[in-house]
């Protein structure tokens, strides 16, 4: 049965995370590590897991690694945006491995013209080099584009559609703890906003881009809200961080697909500490009328783990090319032995 050879390509929080779960799954076979944080290269995957060496040294030469292990599939989750992450995929699909990222605006780049002609690029040199790429994750990747679009598959007609994603984020990671302003004033939180230190969350405007498109909706465009502080009249706290009342304890943010000047796509993403229910919601305003609630809200950091993991086998089996999420077979659980999955 078939062994699928893994090369984590950005080993932090993220990164670390999956390749821990990969080294539970069977039929699997982590076989390079790689990522530019001096502090990481150098030393065995295993021991940055916290656990006994695994022979995985973390490298920062990307050609070496791959062209030394010839891996099955590149893990990738380094960056956020493509300006960012364009030159490391353009260097790992020159090997013809095929990959998959968390990389949020990679999950729907054709929602923007610069994405576009990264997109075009980049679908270029995989079909050229025979290999996929695919950028998901929970959000974007899932929750506020995957799944609304899952549910419309039982509707007659489709009006409108209304995401919420409402999460306490003491529950999650530290940098995406850091990355919503946590613990600032709220003076800071709209400097570090402003001077682009913060970003919020990335990737509503891919989500949108990907439901509008896949509905067939032309969109007059798609509007970002400025991003909100959340201020509570308490003291929350997390692991990291103590937000006093009247500090900013994370973040708001809203954006919508405008079409014949109606807002037809709502994205509301809200995630502090201290929220006081955590829910994911999709209400569907079509025949039939759709509510579905996940209460509480899918956990992100195993949720991204989950998609990416589960989504291995089907960009091994894709056609050569830049894929989204609504070009694969359905997303669903693996067995514990992927290549089992794999046949
Ligand atoms: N789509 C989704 O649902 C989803 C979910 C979770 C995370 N993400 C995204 O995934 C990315 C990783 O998240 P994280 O929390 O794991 O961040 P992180 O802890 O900062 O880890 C990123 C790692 O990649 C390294 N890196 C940066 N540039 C690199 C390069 N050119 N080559 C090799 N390694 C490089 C970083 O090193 P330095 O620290 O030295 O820069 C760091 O070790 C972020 O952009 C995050 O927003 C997306």
Sequence with gaps: MKTIRVVSYGVGVIGRRIAEHLLSKEGVEIVGAIDIDPNKVGKDLGELLGRQPIGVVVSDDVDDVLSSTKPDIIVHSTMSYLKDTYPQFEGILKHGVDTISTCEELSFPYATEEG????????????????????????????????????????????????????????????????????????????????????????????????????????DRIEVEPVEPVVLDRDVRSDYVEVPKGYN??????????????????????????????????????VPPIHQKISPCVHGDYGTVGVITNMIPRVIEAEPGLKTMRDLPLIHATPVHMGRYLG
Excluded at 161 to 170: H, K, L, S, T
Excluded at 180 to 198: D, S
Excluded at 267 to 278: K, P, S, V
């Design 116 to 219: 576009k002609a990264y997109a075009e690029k980049l679908d270029k040199v995989a079909k050229e080099n025979g290999a996929t790429l695919l950028g998901t994750g929970i959000n974007p990747g899932f929750l506020m584009d995957t799944l609304p679009l899952l549910l419309t598959g039982v509707c007659v007609e489709v009006r409108r559609i209304e995401v919420v994603r409402q999460m306490d984020a003491a529950t999650r990671r530290i940098p995406f703890q850091k990355k919503i302003g946590a613990g600032l004033t709220v003076e800071e939180f709209k400097r570090k906003i402003e001077g682009g230190e913060i970003t919020g969350h990335v990737g509503l405007v891919q989500s949108i881009g990907m439901i509008a498109d896949t509905l067939g909706w032309v969109l």
């Design 249 to 286: 304890a994370g973040l708001r943010q809203k954006a919508h697909g405008i079409m014949d000047g109606e807002k037809v796509i709502t994205l509301d993403f809200r995630a502090y500490i201290g929220a006081e229910e955590e829910y994911d919601s999709v209400t569907i305003d079509g």
